[in-house]
């Protein structure tokens, strides 16, 4: 692979504006499997990354994919809290075998050094997965994403016309 290169701050800032995105946008991984939802959970402890793990109030140890997405139907949605460095926390929720989807806070990423880790946290999980994964403003859907993980290029994509 060649060099790698994120986007710039000042070329993207908009993207990461709360009033804009909402605070808490969307992510999204459509067409994943158990096996997918694993691959993630293998993931987030290979790397070390801090990890909370929840149904409802409960903090409970780390489940299997598979444990967590056979639960009843009228079960609390689970929760995983990742923080790939401190300050810095995606919150992935359990609604679907068939999405991955997850949260971040704008007001936790600012700035390039932000931007950078949170490119470097997309750039691991499209790989682990080898699944394009979708930033999206709050509440919408994938297509209207405006910037994405490609793993066929392994780049962080921005879409221009927003």
């Known amino acids: 692979m060649g060099a790698v290169t994120d ?3 000042a070329d993207v800032a908009d993207v990461f504006d709360p009033v804009a995105m909402g605070r808490l946008p969307d992510l999204w991984i459509p067409g994943v499997s158990a096996a997918d939802w694993q691959a993630l959970l293998d993931l987030v402890v290979a790397r070390g990354w801090w990890h909370a793990y ?3 109030c409960r903090v409970l140890p780390l489940p299997t994919a598979a444990r967590v997405l056979s639960r009843p139907c009228d079960a609390e949605v689970p929760t995983l809290y990742v923080e790939p ?4 926390r995606a919150i ?3 609604l679907s075998d068939e999405t991955i989807d997850f949260d971040i806070d704008l ?9 950078d880790v949170f490119c470097g946290f997309l750039r691991a999980i499209g790989r682990r ?4 994964v979708f930033l999206c403003p709050e509440g919408a859907g994938v297509d209207v994403a405006v ?11 921005v879409r221009h016309d927003r």
């Open 7 to 9: 986007p710039l701050w």
């Open 54 to 56: 929840a149904e409802g």
């Open 85 to 88: 460095v401190p300050g810095f």
């Open 92 to 94: 992935f929720r359990f």
């Open 107 to 115: 007001y936790e990423l600012w700035g390039q050094e932000r931007l």
């Open 129 to 132: 997965l080898d699944r394009t």
């Open 147 to 157: 910037l994405w993980y490609e793993p066929g290029a392994d780049r962080i994509a």
